[in-house]
T-cell receptor, first 111, second 117 residues
Framework: ELKVEQNPLFLSMQEGKNYTIYCNYS?????LYWYRQDPGKSLESLFV?????AVKQEGRLMASLDTKARLSTLHITAAVHDLSATYFC???????????FGTGTRLKVLA | NAGVTQTPKFRILKIGQSMTLQCTQD?????MYWYRQDPGMGLKLIYY???????DKGEVPNGYNVSRSTTEDFPLRLELAAPSQTSVYFC????????????????FGQGTRLTVV
């Protein structure tokens, strides 16, 4: 059964700093997703990573996937307050159509 | 484009009561999902469906039932509500078409915040 773990669970960082959120998964996952959730809101899709070595970038966020290490990272460059949210990674494997979510990383960017 | 619509947005239930959480999507998606999110936690899969008439259990199905009579609707039924079912419930859907990565992402509704007292 696929298990997905994220760390850290909480992250408080200063504006302008860089940081990385890590997502480990337990078995083969054929795709990896990153979502953002603002307090009291729904989930918004950020990235879909399909293959080993995949890298996607949107603004100050960059996601990558290493299927051999079973690791995905979400890198934040020069953080701004608007990036404060909870970030989830989720894995899925073909044939099941299920998404298994990590516990989330609650990010707070301090001015 | 409405996307995934959930009703109600908020509900308070007494222990032992029953209710149905409604979910409908207008994107003609085959796959639909119900998740629950406990405070400060991730999402746990309750049930999912790969098409009308087909449903399957997820990680935490006990105390819930689902049905999928149409492509658009995927209601979640709570029988004999318990305090442990206090949570935020999210419905999601995705397309079966796998051409291009974006088509495999799930789209989420706004959630139903349920309190059982």
């Amino acid at each position: 059964e696929l298990k997905v773990e994220q760390n850290p669970l909480f992250l408080s960082m200063q504006e302008g700093k860089n940081y990385t959120i890590y997502c480990n998964y337990s078995t083969t996952s054929d795709r990896l997703y990153w979502y953002r959730q603002d307090p009291g809101k729904s989930l918004e899709s950020l990235f879909v990573l399909l293959s080993n070595g995949a890298v996607k970038q949107e603004g100050r966020l960059m996601a990558s996937l290493d299927t051999k290490a079973r690791l995905s990272t979400l890198h934040i460059t020069a953080a701004v307050h608007d990036l404060s949210a909870t970030y989830f990674c989720a894995g899925s494997y073909s044939g099941t159509y299920k998404y298994i979510f990590g516990t989330g990383t609650r990010l707070k960017v301090l001015a | 484009n409405a996307g995934v619509t959930q009703t109600p947005k908020f509900r308070i239930l007494k222990i032992g009561q029953s209710m149905t959480l409604q979910c409908t999507q207008d994107m003609n998606h085959n796959y639909m999902y119900w998740y629950r999110q406990d405070p400060g936690m991730g999402l746990k899969l309750i049930y999912y469906s790969v098409g009308a008439g087909i449903t399957d259990k997820g990680e935490v199905p006990n105390g819930y039932n689902v049905s999928r009579s149409t492509t658009e609707d995927f209601p979640l039924r709570l029988e004999l509500a318990a305090p442990s079912q206090t949570s935020v419930y999210f419905c999601a859907s995705r397309s079966r078409t796998e051409q291009g990565a974006r088509r495999t992402e799930a789209f989420f509704g706004q959630g139903t915040r349920l309190t059982v007292v």
